[in-house]
């Protein structure tokens, strides 16, 4: 059996997994209704300097005497890219962890998917040959591929550490997912090139507990997963002083180039649910919420 063949044996319950955590955010927003162009009604409310005299419902203001606007729902399906970092740096989780981050990441692209297929837009996998589509054999499909890239060589998973830079139409949606331990200019002027051509995007950060909190005490021998070479720390406690503040900085600089950009960015650590993550990167496709999420 190939490794692609031995990951592909773990995708029903991935699926399944991913489609749960799905179901549970989705009964949080009660669908994905936003204000629109479309035909069918939201919502009225009240009359604001600057909307169009023609969009008064007359009837509604004669009942309420008040002005009052209607507001039809958006029906023009959006597509949205996702990507999530297949690099050897992912496949790692401390003993605080709840799953690897590459198992987080995964899940995360799947239910986020999910979510955008139940509410009619378009989804493709970034970089991937098949177009943005909608239908019951878009997810499976998507989940066989992401076993695919987890088959292939380190190496080769490596030099994909960063999102391809392809072409994409304008005002479409990224979902960029991964862990970022990559040079912040390099991270900059890849995130940089995708935004140029007019693309809207979400950056999903994942952190290990351990990377954040640096809990290591006494002799600890560190691997380096991407070729660096092992590390023996006779005290590792006293790496902790520049580890950690080091960290914060590099965390803090892939947030400032989301700002930048206009993009939002979510932090999400591997010992908390994956719910809560999910939910604040829906609102942020939405275009609700903050452009930096410091949620959990």
Not at 159 to 166: K, R
């Amino acid at each position: 059996m190939t490794r692609a063949e031995h990951f592909a044996a773990f995708l029903p319950p991935l699926l399944l997994a991913a489609e749960r955590v799905a179901a549970t955010v989705e009964q949080g927003v009660h669908g994905r209704r936003r204000t629109g162009s479309g035909d069918a009604f939201w919502q009225f409310r009240r009359y604001s300097p600057g909307d169009s005299i023609g969009r008064i419902d007359w009837r509604q203001t004669a009942k309420r005497m008040q002005a009052f606007v209607r507001e039809n729902e958006w029906e023009a399906a959006e597509s949205v890219w996702l990507w999530r970092d297949p690099s050897p740096s992912m496949a790692w989780a401390s003993e605080q962890a709840r799953e690897r981050k590459d198992e987080r990441a995964d899940l995360l692209l799947l239910a986020c998917a999910s979510l955008l297929l139940r509410g009619g837009e378009r989804v493709a996998l970034l970089g991937a040959p098949e177009r943005p589509a909608n239908g019951r054999s878009v997810l499976p499909r998507m989940a066989e591929r992401l076993a695919i890239q987890r088959g292939l060589e380190a190496s080769k998973r490596a030099e994909a550490s960063l999102p391809p830079l392809v072409p994409l139409p304008r005002y479409g949606q990224t979902v960029l997912i991964g862990d970022f331990l990559y040079p912040l200019p390099e991270i900059a002027a890849r995130l940089r090139g995708l935004a140029d051509q007019g693309v809207k995007g979400c950056v999903v950060r994942i952190v290990d507990p351990a990377e954040e909190d640096f809990p290591y005490r006494g002799r600890t021998r560190f691997l380096g997963l991407e070729g660096e070479g092992d590390m023996l720390a006779p005290r590792a406690e006293q790496l902790a002083a520049e580890w950690r503040p080091a960290f914060a900085a590099h965390q803090e600089g892939v947030a400032e180039i989301c700002r930048r950009l206009g993009w939002h960015h979510i932090k999400h650590r591997t010992d908390k649910p994956a719910e809560s993550v999910l939910m604040a990167l829906y609102l942020a496709l939405e275009g609700g919420g903050s452009r930096d999420g410091r949620r959990r």
